[in-house]
């Protein structure tokens, strides 16, 4: 079992930035890949960005690359997501989670385990 809790989610004007945290536990992840999806009101969840727990290889979504960045700390079992120059259509709930191997990692129904997820609201 793994559990996974989000945090950094709020508030922040046009342009502004936000890092959101994924503390996981419950496992260890050398062979998981951390992933961050979002969902806003009315859309299907969709893909923001993965790292490789093992390796550290990252990929990001085509909307978000050069404005957010995954990165994670083994030592604290936390990933986090860096976003700068955030605009309004980024705004939505933002979810990390976690799937084993890093084929089709941009769909959500490939993953195990999801956190609660985080309000990022941006306002114009």
């Known amino acids: 079992q793994v559990q996974l809790v989000e945090s950094g989610g709020g508030l922040v004007q046009a342009g502004g930035s936000l890092r959101l945290s994924c503390a996981a536990s419950g496992r260890t992840f050398s062979s998981y890949v951390i992933g961050w999806f979002r969902q806003a009101p009315g859309k299907e969840r969709e893909f923001v960005a993965a790292?490789?727990?093992?390796?550290?290889?990252?990929y990001h979504a085509e909307s978000v690359k050069g404005r957010f960045t995954v990165s994670r700390d083994n030592a604290k079992n936390t990933v986090y997501l860096q976003m700068n120059s955030l605009k309004p259509e980024d705004t939505a709930v933002y979810y990390c989670a976690v799937r084993r191997g890093s084929v089709g990692i941009m769909n959500p129904f490939g993953y195990d385990y999801w956190g609660q997820g985080t309000q990022v609201t941006v306002s114009s």
């Open positions: 790292i490789t727990w093992s390796g550290g290889n990252t």
